[in-house]
């Protein structure tokens, strides 16, 4: 009894372990907020440097690439495609830039922005989607009746009913063998939303690994396998419907590497990205009339690149930061806390246990909590023998372990009993 | 004997869990008659589009009566123990104090598990009813950790009424509203997907605890 009695002992260590690793960390970091600083980066035409936006609680600054700061009314004209409605106002918008005309409607349609953020590349929504009529003849687009699944077949679930509709089904489904798909789908990719100025579909990954593109013109099926390599280990499509129809999506692949499918025959094209890893980092491009700007945004610092329209590296540019861990609360967390359990992370829409172990310094307070462990289990002439589990939790958990110890407390049982 | 003290359990809690059914009925009746007025104000369309895009949870009535089953059920079971020192006499019966408070513990429990079972019943033929089986699967993923968290609330008042000592029970209190608070986080639709297992295990060890304050309380250990 006593030996289970034990091992329950630890066991309830452990929970207040696992409590306090996660609440201390939360409540420390609730007092000693970090300030963040934001960093956008952006490459001017007319200085053919990259130029920034940096921000910080108090104060906008605007900066060039060799250090020269702006005023707000000196920077605007730097970036006439991002300001040119502002610049249009003043008078001060070119009427051409390298003996190219500025038309402020096709600055307008030129100007794209793209964001890839970790949690949504790692989050699967419900695997029912509406596949819109893409040439209804309106000007907006209409939420359909029903919507798709694809299991074993393509299936439309009509809305009021909750019932398949099998004609649908059956007109979808042998237009996705005819093209070759296999059954089920591993992945569905779009935009379900009406708000957008027309729709392209969705991308599907078949049980084999190819990607096909479906979608619905005037109540048919449209079907095409896209003919992307089935080695390419797609992690996320994000569909890019904008008006420029330039690119169909931006594929992210398990390599960390970024492709965009073109309008011309799905060809893709890989867009440069510098150290970025999809489970940590937000992807941004923004595009303009002339270039593509790339930036991989780091917890403490940014990579971006600089292409032509056709993705070609013209220029790149980084920056890092010291972050919350120099910061004097920093510094104590490191050494107080051996590790950190977050329930939620900016970088994942879902719950789980995510565990981050601090470095060398977190000794300082592990040896301090096994020697207080060692002064209690003395002062109650606890042996050795029975303590060292107890002080093993400790050495493993620093101060976590102690509050455990300190709260569980009930070692000495059988000298009281 | 084992029959006896199971008995001696349903007539303490029985009143509080005829409540408690009235509760989760009208929870459900509630989810049921909202979602029915929502699809006669709306096209099915449009509500099946919200539902996914922003993941409303339609039954999220379900998370706060789980963990007030939890809760009322544990305290109604071991208050009385305590107050009326029932619980001294219980353990001193000619039966091993584990097999008696594993008896109590799964008695408890057997009762979160039919209300457990009772929402999911009711809540599948509501979601089957007028929604998309894929809402159904969702909403057992969405639902689970609210029921092991009720499952673990009641462990937690049973460890914090059984321990001996004030001081003792108000850090088992604390360390018990910290592990249930790990199952009611979030708000969208199976977002404990990936760690299922893992509270699962969580709900598991917390109900050994148990055996630790009954051991305390035999020998008055605070």
């Given at each position: ?147 798709f699944r694809i299991r074993s ?32 789908a591993k992945a569905i990719y ?228 | ?72 059920i544990g305290i109604f079971q ?145």
């Amino acid at each position: 009894m006593v030996r289970y009695i034990n091992a329950i002992r630890v066991l309830l260590m452990l929970i207040i372990v696992l409590a306090a690793s996660i609440y201390l960390p939360d409540f420390f970091w609730k007092a000693n907020k970090h300030e963040n600083n934001k960093t956008n980066v952006f490459y001017s035409p007319i200085l053919k440097d990259f130029v920034f936006i940096k921000a910080d609680v108090r104060q906008t600054y605007y900066a060039d690439a060799k250090g020269n700061y702006y005023t707000r009314d000196e920077f605007e004209p730097l970036l006439p495609f991002l300001n040119f409605r502002q610049l249009m106002l003043t008078g001060k918008l070119p009427e051409s830039i390298d003996g190219i005309p500025i038309r402020p409607k096709e600055v307008s349609l030129n100007n794209i922005n793209m964001r890839v953020q970790p949690a949504l590349i790692q989050y699967k929504p419900l695997q029912i989607f509406p596949l819109f009529e893409s040439a209804s003849g309106r000007l907006r687009l209409e939420l359909p009746p029903d919507f798709f699944r694809i299991r074993s077949r393509m299936e439309f679930i009509t809305s009021l009913t909750n019932e398949i509709n099998e004609e649908k089904s059956t007109l979808f489904t042998e237009a996705l063998v005819k093209e070759g798909f296999s059954f089920p789908a591993k992945a569905i990719y779009g935009n379900p939303s009406t708000k957008k100025p027309f729709d392209e579909g969705y991308f599907v990954i078949d049980d084999k690994g190819k990607v096909f593109h479906i979608k619905m013109v005037k109540g048919m099926p449209f079907c095409k396998d896209t003919g992307i390599p089935t080695d390419l280990n797609i992690v996320c499509m994000v569909t890019t419907e904008n008006e420029l129809r330039e690119s169909y999506a931006l594929v992210i692949t398990k390599k960390n590497e970024v492709f965009i499918i073109s309008y011309d025959r799905y060809t893709l094209i890989k867009v440069p990205v510098d150290e970025y890893d999809y489970k940590e980092n937000t992807l941004l491009i923004k595009g303009d009339l002339f270039y593509r700007v790339i930036t991989v945004n780091h917890q403490n610092g940014y990579h971006s690149v600089v292409t032509d329209r056709k993705y070609q590296t013209i220029n790149r540019t980084g920056e890092s930061w010291s972050g919350s861990e120099i910061t004097n609360a920093g510094v104590i967390a490191a050494c107080l806390f051996p590790f950190t359990v977050n329930i939620e992370e900016e970088t994942t829409p879902y719950i789980n246990f995510y565990v981050h172990f601090s470095d060398y310094r977190a000794l300082f307070a592990l040896n301090i909590s096994l020697l207080f462990a060692m002064y209690f289990f003395r002062k109650k002439h606890i042996p050795v023998r029975k303590a060292a589990i107890y002080c093993l939790v400790v050495l493993l958990t620093g101060i976590y372990g102690l509050i455990a110890l300190l709260t569980v407390k009930d070692f000495d049982y059988e000298k009281r009993m | 004997m084992i029959k006896a003290l199971v008995m001696k359990e349903w007539l303490k809690v029985r009143w509080v869990f005829i409540g408690l059914v009235v509760l989760h009925g009208a929870a459900l009746l509630v989810t049921y008659y909202d979602l029915l007025n929502t699809f006669k104000i709306y096209k099915a369309n449009e509500v099946i589009i919200q539902f996914i895009t922003f993941e409303v949870v339609f039954y999220s009535k379900v998370k706060y009566v789980s963990l007030l089953t939890g809760l009322g059920i544990g305290i109604f079971q071991f208050f009385p123990e305590l107050n009326q020192s029932r619980l001294k006499l219980t353990l001193h019966l000619p039966v091993k104090e584990n097999k008696l408070i594993f008896q109590m513990a799964a008695t408890g429990a057997a009762l979160l598990i039919v209300l457990s079972v009772f929402d999911v019943c009711i809540l599948s033929l509501i979601t089957l009813k007028f929604l998309p089986r894929e809402f159904f699967d969702s909403m057992v993923t969405t639902t689970l950790p609210w029921y092991l968290g009720s499952l673990c609330s009641y462990f937690w008042v049973m460890i914090v009424f059984i321990e001996p000592g004030w001081v003792k029970r108000i850090l088992m209190a604390i360390v018990g509203i910290g592990i249930v608070s790990l199952f009611f986080e979030g708000g969208g639709y199976a977002m404990y997907a990936p760690s299922l297992l893992y509270i699962g295990v969580l709900t598991f060890l917390s109900g050994a605890i148990i055996f630790l304050s009954a051991f305390n309380f035999k020998r008055g250990i605070w």
